[in-house]
């Protein structure tokens, strides 16, 4: 048998590390006697765990006659849970054994880590090529499946996988979640636009979420790039991240940062801003926090389910994401706890992903917004901006955090620099440091390219030849990274030192102007 290579000897070892603990996490109630187990893995909440859990049980028994218990297991957001996913599929097929086995459904996270999940795994290993998917596909008939969804699409985007790998479960929107006693302090207005969080009296007073952790962010930062265009959506991203106290590594952090006063402004999912903003209310301080959908800004994503490949459970796995997909779990989503079909306890936020609530219930819900009315076409659809979000933003305010702050800190005190909000760019400075800075402060790294190009990410059209040149491996022949380096890595590493040469240059223009 030929020795594996040294990358994929550690994702096999990363693989076994991570599954231990992940079991470990399980919240397992005593089961009824006789009742069966389906295992689901999740990023969702507490609330909607409780909620579901326990309609999922009543709904089993009414409807099957048979007791059911649903035992969550909670490893950390969507892109962690991808990753962990992934790893343990490579090395189960370099080991020539079945690809799951652990688990029988995936609940929650963005389409995006779907879609992912959905194509094809492949591992060559002692001569042999095996290949398989992470998630196992199901099939529901036509008329089922228009009952749920009608035509299956929400202003173009598709709301299940026609492979059946996987199916909306939720919408989510995003937006910002922000603290009116912070804001007031400061003397910065309600939030209405993206840009809001580029505003530099917002220095050390915006909470972000890290979107290599956090899949539902990193569909936000993207949410910004293609609304706003994007040279202008880093621009607003790249002043957020320099305005901010904390990158935290899950979703849930950033929206409790700015309820609890730690944070006057955070990106966030919708759900996660509106809970804050009800339980604030709901502790005696209504109108505190306020949550907003910048409008004609924000876009409509499903939040899917799926069934897991080597389910130890298939039917049960079956039966749980026709019952999330029904009227009874959607309505769980919006309903008023207490109410007739509503969850027993926890007022869930969500928005359904079954339109034919909207039409018959719409009145009932807590959150009267129904998307297909909201919905506005992507201004720019070309591929690529997703994959780049992640490393892109890592580079840039993680690994460079204190210069960025450093270098914004220099950029938003020139005197000429304004002082109500605007996001000033270099091709609108009138003052010629003022534009040095700025053209410095707004670069975007150029990377290698086979041939001894480099491409700049200035240039939308270069996206995806990068992003399928170094994040997907289509460039692994062209020697751009060493042997055996996983290429994520290097590309992360060649952004990082780009960005802090950018970096660098903006606070020796501005020595130079001092002196």
């Known amino acids: 048998m030929r020795p594996w290579a040294p990358g994929a000897l550690f994702v096999a070892i990363v693989a076994a590390l991570v599954v231990v603990p992940i079991a470990a996490r399980r919240e397992v109630a005593a089961p009824p006697r006789g009742a069966a187990t389906v295992i689901v893995l999740t990023a969702n909440n507490e609330q909607i765990r409780s909620e579901f859990g326990a309609a999922f049980e009543r709904w089993h028994l009414e409807r099957h006659g048979s007791p059911v218990a649903v035992v969550w297991s909670t490893p950390g957001g969507a892109g962690e849970i991808r990753r962990m996913l992934e790893a343990s599929a ?17 609940f929650g996270g ?8 959905s194509k094809p795994i492949t591992v060559d290993s002692g001569g042999a090529s095996r290949s398989a998917t992470v998630l196992e596909p199901i099939r529901f008939g036509e008329d089922w499946l228009r009952d749920a969804y009608g035509d299956g699409l929400l202003g173009g985007r598709r ?20 603290n009116n006693d912070s804001l007031s302090r400061l003397g910065v207005p309600a939030p209405t636009e993206w840009s809001a969080l580029a505003d530099p009296r917002l220095r050390r007073e915006v909470a972000l979420v890290n979107p290599a952790q956090s899949g539902s962010v990193a569909t936000a930062m993207d949410t910004i790039l293609r609304r706003e265009g994007w040279d202008r959506g880093w621009a607003i991203l790249r002043r957020a ?12 952090r950033a929206p409790a940062d700015v309820s609890q006063g730690e944070a006057a402004m955070a990106i966030c999912i919708d759900f996660y801003g509106r809970y804050q903003q009800q339980a604030v209310s709901d502790g005696g301080a209504p109108g505190r926090i306020g949550y907003v959908d910048p409008a004609g800004r924000t876009a409509f994503d499903p939040d899917p389910i799926a069934v897991l490949r080597g389910a130890p459970h298939p039917e049960l796995a079956r039966r749980f994401v026709e019952f999330v997909l029904s009227p009874e779990g959607q309505r769980l989503w919006q309903l008023r706890p207490g109410t ?8 869930l936020r969500r928005l359904p992903v079954r339109r034919s609530l909207y039409e018959t219930e719409l009145d009932r819900f807590i959150d009267r917004v129904d998307p297909w009315k ?30 960025l702050r450093e270098a914004w800190d220099l950029v938003a005190s020139h005197p000429e620099y304004p002082r109500d909000g605007r996001v000033l760019t270099a091709a609108d400075a009138k003052d010629p440091h003022l534009r040095a800075l700025l053209e410095a402060f707004d670069a975007m790294p150029a990377v290698p390219a086979p041939g001894g190009a480099r491409l700049s990410l200035a240039d939308p059209a270069n996206l995806q030849a990068v992003g399928d040149g170094w994040l997907r491996g289509g460039w692994k022949e062209a020697a751009l990274w060493r042997t055996g380096d996983p290429p994520a890595e290097a590309f992360r590493r060649i952004l990082a030192a780009e960005v802090e040469r950018n970096l660098r240059h903006v606070i020796e223009l501005a020595k130079e102007n001092r002196r």
């Open 90 to 106: 490579v090395a189960a097929l370099r080991q020539g054994i079945p690809v799951g086995g652990s688990f029988d459904v995936l």
């Open 110 to 117: 963005g389409a995006y880590e779907y879609e992912q999940l």
């Open 159 to 178: 709301l299940f996988d026609a492979g059946g790998h996987w199916f909306g479960a939720a919408l989510s929107a995003f937006g910002i979640v922000y």
């Open 241 to 252: 991240a320099a305005n901010a106290r904390s990158i935290a590594a899950s979703g849930p």
């Open 340 to 347: 007739e079909g509503g969850p027993r306890e926890f007022a």
């Open 374 to 403: 909201l919905v506005r076409a992507e201004p720019d659809a070309r591929p690529g901006f997703r994959a780049l979000v992640a490393p892109l933003f890592v580079a840039m305010a993680v690994d460079n955090r204190a210069l």
